[in-house]
């Protein structure tokens, strides 16, 4: 079935693990067929791949990019990574406080 196969490390947050696995159970429960979790995330990624323009895709993406921009230079700072981690959520850019945006110049 799979003659050109990858092995990849996914990280994912642990509610949007929990959103594939809801989505694995409403798909066995639907089809009446095992419906793996990993077969649930390969088609999230093959039908995320078709919609190569849509917005909400891009701009997930670019969500994502910053979080892991921000985690890596804080990181190679020394700084706390691990508690500004706490404040991203996967792929939805964080909306600043009006003293943040100062700060940031916006």
């Not at 093959?46 to 993406?61: C, P, W």
Request: hydrophobic content about 35%; glycine content about 12%; aromatic content about 2%.
């Amino acid at each position: 079935m799979f003659e050109n196969k990858t092995r990849v490390l996914l990280v994912l947050p642990q509610d949007l693990f929990d959103r594939a696995r809801v989505l694995a159970g409403k798909a066995t429960t639907t089809l009446k067929l095992p419906v793996s979790l990993q077969i649930v995330l390969r088609a999230l990624i093959e039908e995320g791949l078709k919609r190569d323009g849509d917005r909400n895709l891009f701009a997930n993406v670019e969500g994502q990019a910053q979080a892991v921009r921000r985690i890596r230079s804080l990181a190679g700072r020394g700084g706390g990574a691990e508690g500004e981690r706490r404040n991203l959520r996967s792929g939805i850019p964080r909306r600043l406080s009006g003293s943040e945006r100062q700060r940031r110049g916006n």
